[in-house]
Nanobody, 120 residues
């Protein structure tokens, strides 16, 4: 089992910044990928940014140049630095971690979600 604890959401004005963090704990031998998704009511959850084990990153086109994903291996934590926020970035943001345990079992884990609201 893998547990994820998210922090950093909140209310910010357009043009402002927020930093989301997600700390992972539990049966983790290797992180395969860590990422952030977001969801608004009535729509599917969508990928915002992702970092894979080798360090490569990918971003949704709508956040390129504004958001940066990073990983702190020593603390098993993934961050999402969000800048130049827009009202359309308003959503519940979810952390996702794909990992492998010592046993070889693979886990696809989700955080509880954190609300980000950007006012115009």
């Amino acid at each position: 089992q893998v547990q994820l604890v998210e922090s950093g959401g909140g209310l910010v004005q357009a043009g402002g910044s927020l930093r989301l963090s997600c700390a992972a704990s539990g049966s983790i031998f290797r992180f395969n990928a860590m990422g952030w998704y977001r969801q608004v009511p009535g729509k599917q959850r969508e990928l915002v940014a992702r970092i894979i084990s080798g360090g490569s990153t990918n971003y949704d086109d709508s956040v390129k140049g504004r958001f940066t994903i990073s990983r702190d291996n020593g603390k098993n934590t993934v961050h999402l630095q969000m800048s130049s926020l827009k009202p359309e970035d308003t959503a519940v943001y979810y952390c996702n971690v794909q990992s492998t345990a010592v046993s070889g079992l693979e886990y696809d884990s989700w955080g509880q979600g954190t609300q980000v609201t950007v006012s115009s």
